[in-house]
């Protein structure tokens, strides 16, 4: 399912069979890679030009439907929007456009959407809108949540694998040239072997007589 699709859902609560919002937004954590909230407009909530939505967090949702999304038997909307305020969430307004950045210096393009588990909640993939260039070079598509490193309002970023592959690369050549210098053997005439000393008396090592 899109996450564009939440908007509109009605919020159920079951334990009361009655409707309890509708969804106006969404939560996404980058970090966990999941939808960890819903925003929703409630149903008896006074209209009022400074009235904020509730805020439904992941945990009380026990799934989403087509149609609709049911609550666990202790769902509701959050008592206190501003305490589950992240600022490292991504709303819908700050998702779409979203621009994306590969880890080698190279811009991916902007996020479109993404899709995600309609029971478990968790991303299955963000969505690019790439330029017609950016497709014909494969860089448009879906990005997998694994591959995010880092996010912010302002920008995400991804791994490519080729700044990786290049560290890995440097170590193998580093590694590989250590093992080369300690493990080549040594010629018979090269190994040294010790002397042999007998004690005399005075204590001063002399070398041994050979007979």
Known sequence: MRLKQLRGLPVIDPTAARKIGTVTD?????????????????????????????????????RVGQSAIILTARGGASENVAADINEHWLDGSTLVGLEVMGDDGNRIGRLLDASFDQDTLVIDAYILR????????????????????ASSRELMMVATGRVKETAIAGAATSASSETASI????????????????????????GSRSN
């Open 130 to 149: 790439a330029s017609f260039w950016e497709r014909l070079l494969s860089r448009g598509g879906r990005i997998a949540p694994d591959k995010v490193q």
């Open 183 to 206: 493990d080549l053997p040594l010629k018979p005439d090269d190994r040294l072997v010790a002397p042999t000393y007998d004690q005399v008396p005075d204590g001063h090592p002399v």
């Open 26 to 62: 969404y939560q996404v954590d980058p970090a966990t890679g999941c939808v960890a909230a819903l925003d929703i407009a409630a149903v008896d909530a006074p209209a009022s030009a400074d009235n904020q939505d509730a805020r439904i967090l992941a945990q009380r949702i026990r």
